[in-house]
């Protein structure tokens, strides 16, 4: 049984730091691509970051190009994403997916797997 475990949501102020972990179980974790994504109240959830494998190839959002950083542990079979600069649109329930393919992406739909989420709120 695979699963996704989201931590390290919470209430920051704006120019704030946070740290996302998503542990995960029951799969070959260093064969998943993995993902964030986010969901605003009221909005379709989007895409956040990818990463693949190894690690070697990643990408963001242009939203939050230069603010948030995709990393993995294969080790630890665990996935990060580091927010910092935050802004109050970024507010979001964020998500780690995983994709049992070797190529990375932006689309919700390529992913198989999916945690419950952690609330982020940044506040002004």
């Known amino acids: 049984q695979v699963q996704l475990v989201e931590s390290g949501g919470g209430l920051v102020q704006a120019g704030g730091s946070l740290r996302l972990s998503c542990a995960a179980s029951g799969l070959t974790f260093s064969r998943y691509v993995m993902g964030w994504f986010r969901q605003a109240p009221g909005k379709q959830r989007e895409f956040v970051a990818t990463?693949?494998?190894?690690?070697?190839?990643?990408f963001c959002a242009d939203s939050v190009k230069g603010r948030f950083t995709i990393s993995r542990d294969n080790a630890k079979n665990m996935v990060y994403l580091q927010m910092n600069n935050l802004r109050p649109e970024d507010t979001a329930v964020y998500y780690c997916?995983?994709?049992?393919?070797?190529?990375?992406?932006?689309?919700?739909?390529?992913?198989?797997?999916w945690g419950q989420g952690t609330q982020v709120t940044v506040s002004s």
């Open positions: 997916a995983a994709r049992g393919e070797y190529s990375t992406s932006r689309y919700r739909h390529e992913y198989d797997y």
């Open positions: 990463i693949s494998w190894s690690g070697g190839r990643a």
